[in-house]
């Protein structure tokens, strides 16, 4: 709730004030009774009662000046022109130092422009992803390393076109495909099913809109993308261990690994 200043209540006050002297005098125009309200409110600000004071002594004044003249004032008089003037009214209420003012509208007290930072869901570049990119840089050479020494990976003599290699298989990252090749027609396994999983990873931006980047917020984009890796991870693991000679079914506990790194 928007706090009003002081001043604006103060000037509030008055004016309620002025408004129940206005009805004092209306209710008892007599000076006795506005000295009893004088006395008993002390609400009312003293230049309010002051100012009542001299209407009440002006109107009587008036009064007395009739009942002296033996008649009625009259409301109008003839000017040097032959016109009427009309007779001047009462006394325009005015607020302190003679000034009419008006309350337009009750603002908060304080400066326009506002200073406070206002709190954002953002972070800097540096150093809060930088060093954790660093971090997963320096652990992938670590483990590429390591990986390095204890696993003999030599390079291949080069291929002979007279002697073809039993299982002849392609590189891990198409094994999938391969897999898929040995299953389906050539046009649904090296276009449909790839077609149909590319175009649901494009489609999955405009059906989950959600801003959010907690997983229980993001659902659907997370079971999507889960399917399509453990869709692919299935089908390269089966190329890469359970495929023989001549791309058959085998076990390899049984029948031995047939994979080259």
């Known amino acids: 709730m928007t706090e009003v200043p002081e001043h604006l209540l103060k000037r509030a006050q008055a004016a309620k004030d002025k408004a129940a002297a206005k009805s004092a005098e209306a209710a008892a125009p007599a000076a006795p009774a506005a ?16 100012r009542s004071k001299a209407a009440k002594a002006r109107k ?60 954002q869901d953002k972070v800097h570049t540096w150093p809060h992803l930088l060093i954790i990119e660093f971090a997963a840089a320096l652990f992938i050479t670590a483990f590429t ?31 999938g495909l391969q897999e898929l090749l040995t299953m389906f027609h050539p ?13 649901l990873l494009i489609l999955a931006p405009y059906v989950d809109k959600n801003p959010s980047n907690k997983p ?10 889960t399917v399509h890796l453990m869709f692919w991870a299935v ?10 000679p001549g791309f058959n079914f085998t076990l390899p506990w049984r029948d031995g690994l047939f994979f080259d790194l």
């Open 60 to 119: 009587e004044g008036g009064a007395a000046a009739d009942d002296s003249g033996g008649g009625a004032v009259a409301t109008v008089a003839p000017a040097a022109g032959g016109g009427a003037v009309a007779a001047p009214t009462g006394p325009v209420p005015t607020g302190p130092g003679g000034h009419t003012q008006r309350l337009l509208t009750v603002v908060k007290s304080g400066s326009i422009q506002d200073v406070k930072s206002k709190p």
């Open 235 to 244: 089908l390269v693991m089966i190329g890469s261990f359970f495929r023989g």
């Open 145 to 175: 390393t390591i990986f390095s020494v204890f696993v003999n990976a030599p390079l291949l003599e080069l291929a002979d076109v007279n002697k073809t290699p039993n299982p002849s298989k392609a590189p891990w990252y198409f094994l």
């Open 35 to 50: 000295e009893s309200a004088s006395g008993g409110d002390s609400r009312i600000p003293a230049h309010l009662l002051e």
């Open 187 to 199: 046009m649904v396994a090296g276009v449909t099913i790839p077609g149909m999983g590319i175009f």
């Open 216 to 225: 229980e917020d993001r659902k659907f984009a997370i079971a999507l993308m």
